[in-house]
């Protein structure tokens, strides 16, 4: 099995932080992104989409999409519930994330720690700063009544928003207004299982 | 069962037409979101990320995110296959949709259509025209292999692109320029239990 990825993107992280705790093994493979290596026609044969992670599950057989990929290997385990209610909250904070978290958070880190910020990007780097804070609220006030995001058991949908939430400060986001944030990276992190974001493990 | 939405949106349309191929009754209630009503503590109590849809499952028990709402509903359907890869191949394009085509073709319609241009925002605008399309190009290419997302058979992967594709162009885009995706469309306007965006059916 063979993960295409970008290191230092939470997305990939995602997926090499999950199957270390399966035990499951995958060949890492590193994509060039900024070279522009996910959108050659090669690489759209294995995901039309076009980005990072992508996951060879077989010899031609590819998923795409880090959320999606997660899905797949929790389906069965104990880091996706049983209860349609719950699975579907699990669901609903990996949406979450996507959609109101990581396009803010993720990007501003990318801009500032990894790609530079583009010209004439300024005031919208300011937005998805703002925008970042907002994530981050929603997910504090959430945090402060529970120790993870769904059925109060460590699941995807806390693997998909630690991925991009503990490196934030990497996009200048600062988290020590965030106690209830904190609390619960500490208990992410001391899962049994848990590697670094630099880490290359080789499984 | 309530679902708290704003008619137009095509978020709220999902869980509306999901609905109506299940037959599934919901009262339908309206939230003015321009107003600011989903960002009240009364309605964040509902859903913490303060957004439509939202569906009260029960009394109390509240759920988010359309395509999370999609797959709650979904399961153990004919809407979702079983196949566990499958299954993960619909999210992709469940995520697809909420990363790379919601953000550029719903916000463009919002803003062209109903919201109007927010001051300051016509370059954005013009990016997230370029990245629409880019979100285009990618169903074009996939449709032209196959009459429906995933496992030649209609999905919720359908129902979550169908839902702001098919009212691309109150956002300026052209959809003469793919075929594929036209064919597309009368194939999910065609399947039995269908029901339009405007319709407010009483269910």
Redesign the interface.
Known sequence: MILYQYHPSGNCYKIRLLLHHLNIPVQLVDVNTKAGETRTPEF?AKN???KVPTIE?EPG?F???????L??FA?GTRYLPDD??L???V??W???E???H??YIAVARNWISYAGIPA?KE??LQERQEKGYMALD?ME??LRQKRFFVGERFSIADIALYAYTHVAHEGKFQLVRYPAIQAWMDQVASVPGHIQIDERISL
Chains 1, 2 share one sequence.
């Open positions: 759209r039309p989409i076009g599950l057989v998923l795409a999409e880090s959320n999606a990929i899905w797949y389906e349609r209610l699975r579907a909250r669901l609903q990996m949406f979450f996507q959609y109101s990581e396009p004439g005031v919208e929603v006030d959430e």
